[in-house]
């Protein structure tokens, strides 16, 4: 099945600078690639994703990168803000997969 | 437009006894997943549900645990006879499509404690 892998596990970043986290994944089938942004007692709430026939996607502050050659995807935020701070979990699905999270990439943004 | 609705958001429980988590998915979506969050931890998938059919329930343990998602009414993931380690936070989430390539809207989960 497919393995998600997910760096760092923790980041902190001053306001205003910028936050990048990685992630890497097992199985070529997968062709969606989402990330959700938990905060602290709630549900994980899709933030952006990407499907494998672009390599490239933004929304304002956030974009997220694919490489399906080398099987990578991040997540770049810019601009931080401290509302920001949060549990991003990127993951993998597609086809008939179930969608496959990483483990987690806690954000502090430091005001 | 309620989104995904699960109940009870807190649960508490002694060892032995049993616990019920129910989940509404969204309107319009016929397709439900359960995950389990533990502590520090990512998202597990448990299991896929479309109406009256397990589709999916590879992330299951093997006993005391079931999941349905009856034609009328919400799913319901069921544990007997829980022990402290199953105390977690349990999400379901919904997608109109049942592929793994659609979005998935979560809920806003269920803690269960098991004392």
């Known amino acids: 099945g497919e393995n998600v892998e997910q760096h760092p596990s923790t980041l902190s970043v001053q306001e205003g600078d910028s936050a990048v986290i990685k992630c890497t994944y097992s199985?070529?089938?997968?062709?969606?690639f989402p990330w959700y942004k938990q905060e602290l007692g709630k549900g994980p709430q899709l933030i952006i994703d990407?499907?494998?026939?672009?390599g490239e996607k933004k929304d304002q502050r956030i974009a997220v990168t694919l490489n399906k050659t080398a099987k990578h995807f991040s997540l770049h935020i810019t601009e931080t803000q401290p509302e920001d701070s949060a549990v991003y979990f990127c993951?993998?699905?597609?086809?008939?997969?179930?969608?496959?999270f990483g483990i987690g990439t806690k954000l502090q943004v430091i005001p | 437009n309620a989104g995904v609705m699960q109940n009870p958001r807190h649960l508490v429980r002694r060892r032995g006894q049993e616990a019920r988590l129910r989940c509404s998915p969204m309107?319009?979506?016929?397709?439900v997943y359960w995950y389990r969050q533990l502590p520090e931890e990512g998202l597990k998938f448990m299991v896929y549900?479309?109406?009256?059919?397990?589709?999916?329930e590879s992330g299951m343990p093997k006993e005391r645990f079931s999941a349905e998602f009856p034609k009328e009414g919400p799913s319901i993931l069921r544990i007997q006879q829980v022990v402290r380690g199953d105390s977690a936070a349990y999400f379901c989430?919904?997608?109109?499509?049942?592929?793994?390539?659609?979005?998935?809207?979560f809920g806003a989960g269920s803690r269960l404690t098991v004392l």
């Open positions: 989430a919904s997608s109109r499509q049942g592929t793994g390539a659609n979005v998935l809207t």
């Open positions: 199985d070529s089938a997968s062709n969606y």
């Open positions: 990407i499907r494998s026939n672009v």
């Open positions: 993951a993998a699905g597609g086809g008939y997969q179930k969608v496959t």
């Open positions: 309107k319009g979506h016929s397709h």
């Open positions: 549900l479309q109406k009256e059919n397990i589709i999916d």
